[in-house]
């Protein structure tokens, strides 16, 4: 599991992070708003914590930017202010949850979990870009079995189809922190998923802008 905590409190960020690195949660950092919304946008987490009072960009204008730009992670706010206004405006803008400074670590690492553990209807819906349709509640790319690295790494095809993804993205977003900078992965996996594309007799097909990442387009 991956976070994004974003805290302009170093001491508190600090003392989160190895709390939640504790049970196994990797976490990355961000002090202002600024590095927060280009972190967010990346939608590589599995979970965004949000403080609200944050220097450049309020993590109120972060949460309005990710779901502007369709970024569905789940969000949970962080803010001194516990009013239920507050509380209310932030659920109705799309957060996740809320949760009141000064709070236990271990029941931030609850909420967190708890985000995460809930289904999303995106997990088992079917994906289509052109001919290519991707089921991931059986795992299959027009009914060819794909494997579980595959069906994430043609999910944010999908997604984003003729845009740019980069390996670094792909990296992050598939093998977290397991990668240790190896992005032969990316290209080992992109091989597998081009010759299956072939195989399926698609127009479509995975470009290389070289220097940069991918694109999926359609001939």
């Not at 994906?127 to 349709?133: C, E, R, S, V, W």
């Not at 597998?192 to 387009?217: C, P």
Request: net charge neutral; proline share 3%; hydrophobic share 40%.
């Amino acid at each position: 599991m991956r976070v994004l905590y974003v805290e302009d409190e170093k001491l508190l960020a600090d003392a989160v992070r190895h709390n939640l690195e504790r049970q196994g949660i990797s976490v990355d950092i961000a002090p202002d708003g600024e590095e927060g919304l280009n972190k967010a946008l990346s939608d590589i987490y599995d979970c965004v914590v949000l403080d609200i009072m944050l220097p450049k960009l309020s993590g109120t204008d972060i949460l309005k930017r990710m779901r502007e730009k369709n970024v569905q992670t789940p969000v949970i706010m962080l803010s001194a202010l516990s009013e239920i206004e507050t509380k209310v405006g932030h659920l109705d803008r799309g957060a996740d949850d809320y949760l009141a400074k000064p709070f236990k670590t271990v029941e931030l690492i609850a909420r967190i979990k708890a985000l995460v553990r809930r289904p999303k209807a995106i997990d088992t819906a079917k994906i289509t870009f052109g001919d290519l349709t991707l089921d991931k509640s059986n795992a299959t790319l027009n009914g060819t079995q794909l494997t579980a690295k595959e069906v994430e790494i043609v999910t944010e095809f999908l997604k984003n189809p003729e845009t740019l993804i980069s390996k670094e993205h792909l990296l992050a977003k598939v093998w977290g922190e397991d990668t240790f900078g190896e992005d032969n992965y990316v290209e080992t996996y992109i091989s597998r998923i081009r010759k299956l594309i072939r195989n399926v007799h698609s127009h479509a097909k995975i470009v290389a802008i070289r220097g940069l990442g991918y694109k999926l387009l359609e001939s």
